[in-house]
């Protein structure tokens, strides 16, 4: 991937959080455009990195299909990249690439993030874990996800500092704890306390209030668009997910059949 990737990841991310900004219930055809390329251009790395040098893979990126060439191992198919393109990916309802997402292990994950002297915070890597656990309908999820909150907690911090874990990490695991429980009155309580948390840390002062990560709450969106779903097929529980920080449109996949994934 040529160096000038990762702008291109970055300048797609910007302009779909301006987007939202503008229409932050995701009405409009040109909102759900600009999410869905931003999810295809964050998943290709991970495509590229799952096959051999000489190999290709074919993904539609930006409505064309794109013949994509092997990637090594690095910073754009790294932990915390992996979490944006399976949140995405979960909010797009796009299987065939939340399917392929979880055949990335963390190990595989954590040696990317590790070239060139990268580190994530520990718990990320049972997080990712137990996320793909939720997904694959594994017996570690519970596992998983114990560890990952105990290593999410403020006097755990590494590299994020105290407050990002405390107001930004742990409400999303514990949201995630909460969905699997199929408890709606927990889960509605997690996600509201995940919501209030994210708008508190982005409004603490002036230079967070114009950060375009504030828009919204990426992964705790992948966590309630999955509880969107769930809610489908589930009888009784029945979430609460009204909140002008979770997209509308993108979480009732009103705009789903319009764009080809």
């Given at each position: ?20 900004a ?13 999410w ?58 796009d ?22 002297g990268g580190a ?47 107001l ?23 996600m ?70």
């Amino acid at each position: 991937m040529p160096p000038t990737a990762g702008m291109v990841f970055d300048n797609i991310a910007l302009m779909t959080k301006i987007y939202l900004a503008v229409d932050p219930s995701g009405a409009h055809l040109y909102t759900w455009e600009a999410w869905t390329t931003w999810m295809q251009v964050a998943e290709a790395p991970f495509a590229m990195c799952s096959i051999a040098p000489g190999e290709t893979v074919e993904r539609i990126i930006n409505q064309k299909r794109r013949t994509l060439r092997h990637l090594p191992p690095g910073h754009t198919c790294d932990a915390g990249t992996w979490l944006t393109a399976f949140s995405l990916a979960v909010s797009c309802r796009d299987e065939n690439r939340v399917a392929s997402l979880c055949q990335i292990t963390p190990a595989f994950l954590r040696e990317a993030s590790e070239k060139h002297g990268g580190a994530y915070d520990e718990y990320i890597y049972p997080w990712i874990a137990a996320l793909q656990d939720f997904i694959l309908n594994r017996p570690t999820l519970g596992d998983n996800l114990y560890q990952a909150m105990d290593l999410s907690r403020p006097e755990n911090a590494s590299i994020s500092d105290a407050e990002s874990l405390n107001l930004l990490v742990f409400p999303v695991i514990e949201s995630l704890y909460r969905l699997a429980q199929q408890d709606t009155e927990k889960f509605n309580e997690a996600m509201e306390q995940g919501t209030r948390l994210f708008r508190a840390y982005y409004t603490a002062d002036e230079e967070r209030s114009r950060d375009t990560n504030g828009a919204v709450p990426l992964q705790l969106f992948g966590i309630a668009c999955m509880a969107y779903d769930l809610a489908q097929v589930v009888p009784g529980f029945n979430p609460d997910l009204e909140s002008g920080y979770l997209p509308k449109h993108i979480l009732e996949r009103s705009r789903y059949s319009e764009t080809e994934l």
